[in-house]
């Protein structure tokens, strides 16, 4: 098959599933996975798709956000580098604001022994924590389809109530100029009421969401820690290092 078959091949079962494996793409043109990964970098390159994590997905506008399954599927090496990294931040009596998400959740293998108290706003992290022996607590508010954050005017409620020695926290996108943002306004305001009530604060963020922007500002560089990997750009890195500080933990 040739090059602009394959690309074409590729796109079109894109266009039918939104995110495809590479196994899945091997299999359906018959090249090479090395073949397959050239042609994922040229079509990324091109603003055709987004490469992911074994795969590649379509890419998604400023008030788009991918469905919780597919991003755990993404980057999974840096996720529970930056799990473990936020972990050792954690010390026992601490109340930890843990928010909804696929990086929050890599924390939590690395806090079972802990003597701490959650707050969450996540599905998954609930799930995750079940069975831990982790006290936790719950925002009320309405559960988001794609993410399985619970938001909305419940959620702002719910949250006022508390004060954290520590808030940890998902984002979408990290920019110099623009700050920290995520697509939907509901969650951005839950985010931002998380580091308003924290002692601490810390944004999770592989080295895909640096020098991205989404649709809703959550807060300023400043008014959280950075932790990310040395896969991301290090002329990124030292430009968000002129607004905030950043961690920079090996991936």
């Given at each position: 098959m040739l090059t602009d078959q394959r690309h074409e091949t590729i796109l079109a079962l894109l266009n039918q599933s939104k995110t495809v494996r590479l196994a899945d793409l091997t299999e359906a043109t018959g090249a090479s996975e090395s073949t397959i990964r050239r042609d994922l970098t040229?079509?990324?390159k091109q603003k055709k798709l987004k490469r992911i994590h074994g795969g590649a997905s379509v890419i998604t506008g400023k008030t788009e956000e991918a469905p919780l399954q597919e991003r755990t599927l993404r980057d999974q090496g840096e996720k529970i580098v930056l799990g473990k990294a936020a972990a050792d931040l954690i010390s026992d009596h601490d109340t930890v604001f843990l928010d909804a998400g696929s990086t929050t959740a890599a924390i939590i293998p690395y806090i079972t022994d802990r003597n701490i108290t959650v707050v969450?706003?996540?599905?998954?992290i609930i799930t995750a924590l079940a069975g831990t022996g982790i006290k936790t607590y719950v925002l009320g508010g309405h559960v988001k389809s794609g993410t399985h954050a619970f938001v909305g005017a419940g959620a702002i409620a719910s949250i006022q109530a508390y004060q954290f020695d520590k808030a940890f926290l998902g984002m979408n996108s990290v920019d110099a100029e623009f700050g920290y943002s995520t697509p939907d306004p509901e969650e951005a305001l839950i985010k931002k009421q998380a580091l308003d009530r924290a002692a601490e604060s810390y944004v999770l963020?592989?080295?895909?969401?640096?020098?991205?922007t989404s649709f809703s500002k959550v807060a300023s560089l400043d008014e959280a820690t950075l932790i990310t990997t040395d896969k991301a750009d290090r002329e990124l890195v030292d430009e968000i290092s002129r607004e905030t500080r950043v961690e920079v933990?090996?991936?």
């Open positions: 040229d079509l990324e969450t706003n996540g599905l998954n963020a592989d080295h895909t969401k640096l020098g991205e933990v090996t991936a």
